[in-house]
Nanobody
């Protein structure tokens, strides 16, 4: 199983970034997926998730600003991040639970300057 996250970078407050998670080794059509964020010395926290059927949910702090989606033809999950805020800064990880365990991508850094 491989999860490869990309798309992070530096943005100004109010700007946008788009994260993508390319998956291999799972049946993407039946796998629930998620994005987590981690800042130094803190635990990894759930930001958004999307079911195999495409139903998305978000933590309150990103509702109305982030949109998670999935492309079944490319086995990828994406997250459009708009109106970014400095508190969105962190390393973003894509995640899935497959064959009895959690799988994580390598993380992509998002830095939002004020």
């Amino acid at each position: 199983v491989q999860l490869q996250a990309s798309g992070g970078g530096l943005a100004q407050a109010g700007g946008s970034l788009r994260l993508t998670c390319k998956t291999r080794g799972i049946n993407f059509r039946i796998a629930d997926m998620a994005w987590y964020r981690q800042v130094p010395e803190k635990q990894r926290d759930l930001v958004a998730s999307i079911t195999s059927g495409g139903s998305a949910s978000y933590v309150d702090s990103v509702k109305g600003r982030f949109t998670v989606s999935r492309d079944y033809s490319r086995n990828t999950m994406s997250m459009q991040m708009d109106n970014l805020k400095p508190e969105d800064t962190g390393v973003y990880y894509c995640n899935t639970y497959w064959r009895g365990r959690q799988w994580w991508g390598q993380g992509t850094q998002v830095t939002v300057s004020s």
